[in-house]
């Protein structure tokens, strides 16, 4: 847990990066363990599905039982992935604030809060993409206004519009640095993803195959439905955890509480 300091009232990335990773340090079986869960394991069936069926990406499509079995599928990792949010933001503010994360009650939080969120998250992106159609900048500003609207659903458990109107007014006065946060973040999975993709590439061809490894083969169903949703799970961990970080750097330099203050939510 990282230890706050009244009179520092300006948000400090490296704070939230410190925040992001001491929670993930400390509770990394809990959260790794519900990221695989509820990311890890439907991103893995649609990739040992896609593997044991010999089709490519696109050809998954390609017949009605098919396009069942991949909506299904699909729709299950859509509704794991609002439940990993709300699951893993609690864990982490939770560590933040000196308590210890538990993989039943994250879990639990998770899908207690997974109708709201679901709400938010579709808000969010119909929003975003309203800002899109405008202008870039409004999409933006509209990511920043609304980044920590799960956290503030989750803990403080508001209303779904509240809790929009409560995280434009957490980020207000500190969207700048917010906004260079995103920068540092976007850079960082690139460079992740890159490096990543290089691995594979370099066990794949190991064992005499490529990234698309023939459809049914070993290869292919270890890196489609195991090495690839693995991965996608911890990139899952650490953007729920980020923003989590991100709303208890808010809630400290805006509201001015300290730990002990802030753990009293959970009371």
Known sequence: MTDFTRANRNFDIGRVFNRTFGAVGTNFPVLFGLSVLLNGVPQGVLGVYRGASGLGASEIWSSPDQWVVAVSVGLLSVVCSFALQAAIVHGSVLDMNGRKARFAD????????????????????????????????????LAILFVVTVPVRGVENRGVFKSFSR??????????????????YLLLSWVFSAVAGMVLFDVSALFGGGIDAAPGSAWGLILNGLMVPMLGSISAMMGAA?????????RSIKEGLVPEELASIFG
């Open 106 to 141: 994250c879990l639990a939080t998770g899908i207690r809060h997974f109708l709201p969120v679901l709400a938010i998250s579709l808000l969010t992106v119909l929003a975003l993409v309203i800002g899109l159609v405008v202008l870039i900048l409004p999409a933006m500003f």
């Open 167 to 184: 995280s434009a007014d957490l980020t207000k006065g500190s969207r700048w640095m917010i906004l260079a946060l995103f920068v540092v």
């Open 242 to 250: 980020g923003v989590a970080a991100v709303y208890h750097e808010l």
